[in-house]
Each structure stands twice: as structure tokens, then as C-alpha cells.
């Protein structure tokens, strides 16, 4: 018998157009293809003369367990996801199920992931760059995780200013979420910090609404929805979310030329080397500094206690004075 084979395919947002060669060649290699009903629809011109499973919406497991047993009969099977497979995809429970069934790669099953666009990317590209500096993702869907774990993980986000994707924002029996979401960044963030909301990125019903954080819970948002939150800097110009990357710290934009005290290609005066010499020039207590910075104060004492390396230091001025 030959060995089987499971691919797990990410096929991006939905849209022909963006769905990678490799993504391609995955589904036509497969003797079988698998997955959630909505997703077999998208990529249904592709499936001729294919065994096809559909499942429903909370059949992942379902889903993972139906691979495995597909491959030990030595089939290549094709196990889709919109988006990314590896990001709130298949490729988790997949691989649950198979090492719980004490699957590993050397048993004869071979296990590939084809990597597609997330909805990061792909609703991303449809409102300008909102994702140029730090960003993260978060689903709000506490099917799966206690909304205590969830709510403290919106809090750390939004205060440590990053630029944020909710994934799973609602759905109709999961409409507080946003709501809650919405409330814990008022928090931290200004009522007017630019909102992204994309519905149906890339498919026949797209919806994209630029809103603010003050009336983000107001939007058309469902579970077609990716809603994406600026952080500090972001702006709205022209119709275009934008997340500046920082380079306005370091060079003046209109010239190029860098700013008093800074250096093409090294740190900016207030990166680590500069901040570490500030902080032990201060004269605040830890506690205070902990405080100033957001800090652990933990990690305050641990700083202070190990010396600033002067060679690092000398050859920093060295480089600055050349």
C-alpha cells in the first residue's frame, strides 16, 4: 500500500486570485478533500473527480480525525482552510488529533502545510497599511477559551499600543464580545483611534467601513468580519488607514536627513543603549521608574544591578563621531 499523504491548505482569503500556485497544486495532487462546507463551495471548480468530505461549522476535530483516516488508507488528502491553515486553522487540531493517535513524522504519514493569506493580509491590503509597525491577533470567540483569559490578553494589547486584528469579532449568539473589546481599549486608547472593519474580504459580498474605536461596536461585524485597531500613531488619510513604521523618530521625512543625534543604521538615541544610560543616571527609585515605564519593577532592579557595558558604549560614540 502506498503511504498516505495530508495536506493542509490554506487557500487565502477566497478569491481565486489570491490563492497561492502552491495552494493549487496541493488540492490537485489530493485524492481527497476535506473541509468545512462554506470553504468547499470557494474552491468547488477545483474538486472535479475528487472524493469530497464536507463538515460543519464546530466539526474541526471531525474534520482532523476524517484526514488521519483518509491517509492510513494511503490516500492524499487535502484538508482546507480559508486563509492560513496555521493561524485559526485546521493545522492545530490536525496535529492534536494525529499525536494523540501516536502519529509522528517518521511513522509514514507525511504531513504538509501550504501556506495561505490570512485575514491580516488580505483585509490589511484593502484599507491602506495599517500593519506596518508591531501588530497582534486575537480571537474573541470564548467558545474555546474562557473569556477571563481573553479579556486579559485585549487589556495587555491595548495598553502596550499595539495595532490589534480581532478575529471571530460576532456572531449571532456571541454579540457582547465586541462590546467588551470595545470597552477595555477606551481604557487605553483615544475614542477617535482609527477602526478597520472588513467583511467578506475578497469574495462577492466585501464590506469595508472605516469607522473609530468610539463607534467601532456600531458597524455592520459578524464572523465574516476582521476588525483591525490602530494604535497611537495610526491615521486615516484619504480614505487609508496608516501605521507610520517610526521612521519620523529618526530622519526628517520631507529630506532624509537624519535628526540631531541620530545615525543611519544605528539605534535611535532612545533605543536600549540610550534608555539603559538614562536609567542609571536617574534619580528616581526602581518603584518609580517601574511606574514611569510600565515596567516590572523586577525587571527595574535587574537592569540597575548589571553595569553599563562602557567598551559598548565607547565604540557606540566612536561609530557617531566618525
Known amino acids: 500500500m502506498k503511504k498516505g499523504k495530508i495536506l ?101 504519514i507525511t504531513v504538509e502545510i501550504v501556506a495561505g493569506a490570512s485575514a491580516l493580509n488580505s483585509c490589511a491590503s484593502l484599507v491602506g497599511a495599517p500593519l506596518t509597525h508591531d501588530f ?19 487589556n495587555a494589547v491595548a495598553a502596550a499600543d499595539f495595532v490589534v486584528a480581532l478575529y471571530n469579532p460576532k456572531s449571532g449568539r456571541r454579540t457582547r464580545q465586541i462590546v ?21 474580504a475578497y469574495r462577492p459580498k466585501q464590506r469595508v467601513e472605516l469607522t473609530t474605536l468610539a463607534q467601532m461596536s456600531e458597524c455592520d461585524i459578524g464572523m465574516l468580519s476582521t476588525v483591525l485597531i490602530g494604535n497611537s500613531n495610526t491615521f486615516v488619510r484619504e480614505g487609508l488607514m496608516v501605521t507610520p513604521r517610526g521612521y519620523a ?31 542609571h543616571a536617574s534619580d528616581e527609585s526602581p518603584q518609580q521608574l517601574a511606574v514611569r515605564y510600565g515596567l516590572p519593577v523586577e525587571y527595574i532592579v535587574e537592569v540597575l544591578a548589571e553595569p553599563i557595558d562602557l567598551d559598548d558604549q565607547r565604540e557606540t560614540a566612536a561609530d557617531e563621531n566618525a
Request: hydrophobic content about 40%; some cysteine.
Open 8 to 108: 493542509l491548505v490554506g487557500f487565502g482569503p477566497g478569491s481565486k486570485e489570491d490563492m497561492t500556485y502552491r495552494a493549487r497544486q496541493a488540492i490537485a495532487s489530493a485524492d481527497v478533500v476535506i473541509g468545512y462546507s462554506t470553504y468547499i463551495k470557494l474552491v468547488e471548480d477545483l474538486l472535479d473527480g475528487k472524493e469530497v468530505v464536507r463538515k460543519g461549522m464546530t466539526e474541526e476535530i471531525d474534520r482532523s480525525v476524517e484526514a488521519y483516516e483518509q491517509a492510513k488508507l494511503g490516500k492524499v488528502v487535502a484538508l482546507i482552510s480559508s486563509g492560513d491553515i496555521g493561524i485559526y486553522g485546521m493545522a492545530g487540531p490536525t496535529y492534536e488529533v494525529l499525536f494523540q493517535a501516536g502519529w509522528t513524522p517518521d511513522s509514514g
Open 136 to 154: 497582534c491577533a486575537i480571537s474573541l470567540s470564548d467558545l474555546l477559551t474562557p473569556w477571563p483569559v481573553i479579556a486579559k490578553r485585549l
Open 180 to 200: 467588551e473589546a470595545q470597552r477595555l481599549f477606551l481604557h487605553h486608547r483615544r475614542p477617535d483611534t482609527p477602526v478597520a472593519v472588513v467583511k467578506s
Open 249 to 279: 523618530n529618526k530622519y526628517d521625512v520631507e529630506s532624509g536627513a537624519e535628526k540631531n543625534g541620530e545615525r543611519a543604521g544605528r539605534s535611535l538615541s532612545t533605543g536600549l543603549s540610550g534608555w539603559l544610560e538614562s536609567l
